[in-house]
């Protein structure tokens, strides 16, 4: 029996666009399972844990190809349980600052994972940027802590990585995002991706490390946040220069008149699934055409040769921290933060599958 891999094609289309979808790689009983589960499920519970959602990766055949094309990681334990219900904009400020009605592409946040967010807020913010900065990030669930490393997000991730304050990202290797509804056109709610700012991001990590080894927001040419938006309070979720990077004539603006990049939406159905660089800005969108819930199963996953010691869950975004922002402790002569900036300044690293396609790439 013949193990599941990618083929060179589709091995030079993640190289090129930074993502692939790999048709019908979950079986249907595992989809069929998934679903059931999800219907079955009381307010509020959490499903990230059970057993018919990380069976999706763990007895699928993207445990193979991933192997092939990736390396070995841990078995993921838990993920998170993507739904989002249909709805239209609405007029509430989203984490960009502005109201959700006024953003194009179906209301995408396009972003990198890692990032701290903390709830927007729904007033126009008063003061100097100082002051609007101070008051944001002391409005977190930990209370006012100043600018640390221990101030935690309302998605538990911290401002930054490590006590130097150089790090304000979390990474890992790769995304799989495995479809469980008909997402086959635009604005049911689907991930969307930048397509190709997989090589702009990497780029603009490796001039950051170059100026002054700060890498994330926070370090060079990308402030925390944006105080031109209409609540004076948005998060930079990406950095202005890799944004403007993928600008043209077709790029939908808000009534501020600023331009937004043109992100590509995932059309899956299901039994599909969508594997990318960590790399990639992406968003999820509105739900605004489904006819139903829209459902993804988003697992993150590492490359176990970054840290061999250490267990990643599956959902984490930032593992060189604990889940809740917990201290983890490592080997003398191990600095996790450095071993993850090598592993930002250099996409390719963990994927030891995709070494020659890579040199054939870079190399013409």
Known sequence: MTTPAMTVEQKRDLYRDGYIILKNAVADELIDAARARIKRAQKGENLGRDTTMTDLVNASSITPILHEAMG???????????????????????????RDCDMPYYGAGTHMD???????????????????????????????????????????????????????????????????????????GQTAVLRGAHHAMEKFF?????????????????????????????????????????????????????????????????????????????????????SESRKNIIFRIRNKKRQPDKVVSGVTDHPDRGQMGEWLEFEEGNNPWERSKNAMCDMWDEWEGMKSVVAEAENQ
């Open 72 to 98: 070995y990681f841990d078995p993921p334990v838990a993920c998170q349980v993507g739904v989002i219900k249909p709805s239209q904009p609405g007029t509430r400020f989203t984490n960009l600052g502005y």
């Open 114 to 188: 890692g990032n701290i967010t903390i709830a927007a807020p729904q007033e126009v913010q008063e003061g100097t940027p100082e002051e609007i900065y101070a008051r944001h990030f002391a409005s977190g669930p930990k209370g006012d802590l100043g600018r640390s490393p221990e101030v935690m997000g309302h998605n538990m991730v911290p401002l930054f990585e490590d006590p130097e304050m150089t790090l304000g990202l979390g990474s890992f290797t790769a995304f799989v995002i495995v479809c469980l509804n008909d997402q086959t056109r635009e604005g049911c």
């Open 206 to 290: 490796r001039w950051q490390r170059s100026v002054n080894g700060c890498l994330g927001p926070e370090g060079p040419g990308w402030p925390r946040l944006d105080h031109e938006v209409p609540n004076r309070c948005g998060m930079n979720y990406l950095p202005r220069a890799v944004q403007e990077q993928f600008l043209d004539a077709t790029s939908e603006a808000t009534p501020d008149g600023r331009r937004w990049p043109r992100p590509t939406q995932i059309l899956m159905s299901p039994g599909d699934a969508c594997i990318t660089l960590y790399h990639i800005p992406h968003s999820g969108t509105r739900n605004e055409n489904g």
